[in-house]
Nanobody
Framework: QVQLVESGGGLVQAGGSLRLSCAAS????????MGWFRQAPGKERVFVAA????????YYADSVKGRFTISRDNAKNMVYLQMNSLKPEDTAVYYC?????????????????WGQGTQVTVSS
């Protein structure tokens, strides 16, 4: 079993920045594609960003492209989401997800494990 724990959420003004962190358990972190999803109140959980296990290529939703950056540190079993130029519509619970040897990243079923989520609130 893989356990994922997100941190770094909080309240920020529009235009500000936050960095989310995801700490993963286990010895095979480098074999997992890692993703970030978010869920706003009353809405479905949607894809935000992902980074591959194979070569650390990154993938982004159009809504965050150019503003968010996903990265990973396999030596530390950590994944990060740097969020800049935040907008009120970015307000959501953000979830870290892991998929073992996965090569697709955009849908909920592409992942095997999920964290508990961390709240991000952006005020205008």
């Amino acid at each position: 079993q893989v356990q994922l724990v997100e941190s770094g959420g909080g309240l920020v003004q529009a235009g500000g920045s936050l960095r989310l962190s995801c700490a993963a358990s286990g010895r095979t972190f480098g074999s997992y594609a890692m993703g970030w999803f978010r869920q706003a109140p009353g809405k479905e959980r949607v894809f935000v960003a992902a980074i591959s296990w194979r070569d650390s290529r990154t993938y982004y939703a159009d809504s965050v492209k150019g503003r968010f950056t996903i990265s990973r540190d396999n030596a530390k079993n950590m994944v990060y989401l740097q969020m800049n130029s935040l907008k009120p519509e970015d307000t959501a619970v953000y979830y870290c997800a892991a998929g073992l040897y996965r090569d697709t990243y955009y849908q909920y079923h592409d992942y095997d494990y999920w964290g508990q989520g961390t709240q991000v609130t952006v005020s205008s």
